[in-house]
C-alpha cells in the first residue's frame, strides 16, 4: 500500500516519522493520530444516534402494524355491515315489488269494473231509445 494511506503495519506516515526520530515529525503524527480519535468519536455519537433512531422507527413501525390492523378490524366489521344492508336492501326489493304487484292487480280490476259499469250504462240507454 502506498505510505500516504498506510494500512499495512510499519507503513504510513506515523511510522516514518518515528523511523527518522524528528519530534516535530512525532508530535504531527500524534495530531494527527488524535484527530482520528476525535472523529471517531463523532462515528461513536451518530451510532449512538443511528441507534436512538432505529429504536424509534423500530416503535413507529409497531404502531403503524398496530393501526393497520384495527384498521382491518374496522375494515370488517363495515364490510359486514355494508352486507347486513344489502340483505335489507334486497328484503325491500322484494316488498317494493309485492305492493307494486299488488297495486297493478287493484289498477287492474278497478278499470275492469269502471269498464263493465261503462258498458252497462250504455247497453241500459241503447235499450231504451
Do not use: W, Y
Not at 77 to 105: H, P, T, Y
Not at 115 to 120: A, I, L, M, N, V
Request: net charge positive.
Amino acid at each position: 500500500m502506498s505510505e500516504r494511506h498506510g494500512t499495512e503495519e510499519g507503513s504510513g506516515p506515523v511510522s516514518s516519522a518515528f523511523k527518522k526520530g524528528g519530534a516535530t515529525q512525532k508530535r504531527r503524527a500524534l495530531r494527527k493520530n488524535a484527530t482520528c480519535l476525535v472523529d471517531l468519536s463523532k462515528l461513536i455519537k451518530s451510532v449512538r444516534l443511528d441507534t436512538r433512531l432505529r429504536a424509534q422507527l423500530s416503535k413507529s413501525s409497531r404502531e403503524v402494524a398496530r393501526i393497520a390492523n384495527r384498521f382491518q378490524d374496522v375494515r370488517k366489521e363495515l364490510d359486514s355491515i355494508v352486507k347486513e344492508l344489502e340483505a335489507q336492501d334486497r328484503m325491500g326489493n322484494f316488498e317494493i315489488q309485492r305492493l307494486m304487484s299488488a297495486f297493478n292487480q287493484a289498477e287492474t280490476m278497478a278499470s275492469q269494473i269502471v269498464k263493465t259499469r261503462d258498458d252497462t250504462a250504455n247497453a241500459i240507454v241503447g235499450r231504451i231509445v
